[in-house]
């Protein structure tokens, strides 16, 4: 009886700190969201038909007071005045999906092919299957010369996948719940009261070991592919590509507006290591390109 109450008990007790903490976490989450895309559905982008035009900016009057006069430009066809009035809001605000996804899709509509791309990746890092950016970003990316993407490993590719789909928040509560559940079945392991209770608490214990480290893991590759980002766009109409960070080193490459790349380190005087979508190797000038991941 003694084990049944304590076991109990602590199921109680970590329930309810689960779910203390999935609500706090559902309610940041919520916050954000209310300020990412609010009437965008969110799907896989291979789900996502591509259209000829593309979709609106979302108004965001009811958040950023300033957004109506630039959602009103984008309505009027004004798309220099609205570029410029969602820049002002992005110096203003806190960057977000939605903020990036208006001035991505203003600057395609200003033929910034470059700049509509990075801003595009941005709102997607934040908020990645949305149907709105897919859509928009897949647009612009068929206005540019350099438009390949390199294909990612099976193992990346199916990774990206499922912790996108689960997303962080929920991989953490998940890792959260098969640790309590862990914690539990190891007290029925140490304290059963006889041989099959035991036996019972060791083999789940052993399993939610295993799920405990397999969500945790996931939540670790989720965030690190979050804030690690090191994805690159060529803003220049056309750049040239050097085999070493100097003006006179020999030229391997011309990339064009929009490109991604691949960010492998940043050199000194101004200079980036990057890799092409083609697996070109070469140097940059920072200047010349824009990060998906903005530096502090």
Request: net charge positive.
């Amino acid at each position: 009886m003694k084990t049944k109450y304590l076991c109990s008990s602590l199921i109680a007790f970590f329930m309810l700190l689960l779910c203390a903490s999935h609500n706090t976490i559902e309610a940041q989450r919520d916050s954000l969201l209310s300020i990412t895309l609010p009437t965008a559905g969110h799907v896989f982008e291979s789900d996502s038909i591509p259209q000829t035009e593309p979709a609106a900016p979302h108004e965001l009057s009811a958040i950023f007071s300033s957004d109506s006069s630039a959602y009103a430009y984008y309505a009027a066809g004004q798309y220099e005045r609205a570029v410029k009035s969602y820049e002002q809001l992005l110096q203003n605000n806190p960057h977000t999906a939605a903020l990036y996804y208006n001035l991505g899709t203003a600057y395609y509509q200003t033929k910034q092919y470059g700049l509509s791309i990075l801003m595009l990746e941005r709102a997607k890092r934040l908020n990645p299957y949305d149907k709105d950016i897919a859509n928009n970003l897949s647009l612009a990316r068929s206005k540019i010369i350099d438009a390949t993407e390199p294909t990612p490993l099976f193992t990346a590719y199916l990774l990206d996948r499922v912790t996108g789909f689960l997303g962080l928040r929920m991989l953490i509560a998940m890792g959260l719940f098969t640790a309590v559940v862990f914690v539990v079945a190891s007290l029925f392991f140490l304290l059963g009261r006889n041989r099959k209770e035991r036996r019972i608490g060791f083999y789940v214990a052993n399993l939610m070991l295993f799920f405990s480290l397999l969500f945790n893991l996931l939540s670790w590759y989720n965030y690190r592919n979050y804030r690690d980002n090191r994805d690159a766009v060529v803003l220049y109409p056309q750049v040239e590509l050097k085999t070493a960070p100097d003006r006179s080193s020999t030229t391997i490459a011309l990339l064009h507006e929009g490109a991604k790349l691949h960010l492998r380190k940043a050199g000194k005087e101004g200079w980036y290591a990057v890799k092409s979508s083609d697996g070109k190797n070469g140097w940059l000038l920072s200047e010349e390109v824009g990060l998906v991941v903005p530096q502090e």
